[in-house]
Structure formats: structure tokens, C-alpha cells
């Protein structure tokens, strides 16, 4: 396998890209008006595109809102990008809170709609 990466699908590309950008750092490394693709400055291998929902590449049962997905970020401090959340006014589902498994985690919901589940490790 040469790459693997999850594809985000929106009316709003550049709107979702942003997010992502002033929310975990990512970086452009692709733009485009129906595709941009995402990376970790750190982290090259770690991907995120942005897509089009309409764009004539995308089967159209997918065009629809997207529904069963949570999209998992593990991060150094989950409180830090929840403080990020906040003065961004990003639709907060759930605040930070320990979990069972050992993690700190928050959900909250991209321009697109898509879950984001921002965890960190307790201790």
C-alpha cells in the first residue's frame, strides 16, 4: 500500500479544511475547488482530504450527509484543542471527560457534520 486516507464529504471544502486547519495545525498539501488534502506538519503519513459531496467522482449514495462515522484524533492534550473548540465556536457534543479505557476524550462536529472524537491519554 503506497498511501491510505479518509475522505471528508461536504458542500464546503474550503470551509472543512480550515476547520481542520486552525483546529489540530493540519497543512495543505493539496488544493483544489472540489478536493484539498490534508497533513500533519509532524506527521506526514497522517492524511485528511476534504471532498466535494457533489463532485462527479463521488458515487451518488455517498453524496448524502454522512452517518456512521466518528473520526478519531488522538492528540498530546485533549483540553488544549477543546480550548481551541471553544474560541472557534465549534459545535461541542461532548466536553472533555476521563473515560473508562484510559483516555481523555471530547466530541464534537466538523462543518460537514462528520463526528470528531479528540482524545488524549490520561496520566
Same mark, same amino acid.
Given at each position: ?7 471528508? %464529504? ?12 486552525? %483546529?489540530?495545525?493540519? *497543512? /495543505? *498539501? ?7 488534502? %490534508? ?17 462527479? &467522482? !463521488?458515487?451518488?449514495?455517498? *453524496?448524502?450527509? =454522512? ?7 488522538? #492528540?498530546?492534550?485533549?483540553?488544549? #484543542?477543546?480550548? *481551541? ?7 461541542? !457534543? ?5 473515560? =473508562?479505557?484510559?483516555?481523555? /476524550?471530547? &466530541? ?16
Amino acid at each position: 500500500m503506497h498511501r491510505c486516507f479518509t475522505n471528508i %464529504l461536504t458542500e464546503e471544502v474550503a470551509v472543512t479544511a480550515a476547520f481542520y486547519e486552525k %483546529l489540530l495545525g493540519l *497543512q /495543505r *498539501q493539496f488544493t483544489s475547488d472540489w478536493f484539498i488534502s %490534508l497533513v500533519d506538519p509532524d506527521n506526514p503519513g497522517h492524511e485528511l482530504g476534504i471532498l466535494n459531496q457533489t463532485s462527479e &467522482i !463521488v458515487p451518488a449514495r455517498a *453524496q448524502r450527509a =454522512p452517518a456512521g462515522v466518528i473520526l478519531t484524533f488522538v #492528540v498530546a492534550d485533549c483540553d488544549t #484543542v477543546y480550548e *481551541q473548540a471553544v474560541t472557534m465556536n465549534a459545535n461541542i !457534543v461532548e466536553a472533555p471527560r476521563e473515560m =473508562p479505557y484510559g483516555q481523555r /476524550r471530547m &466530541i464534537l462536529r466538523d462543518p460537514a457534520g462528520t463526528f470528531i472524537d479528540i482524545s488524549s491519554p490520561i496520566g
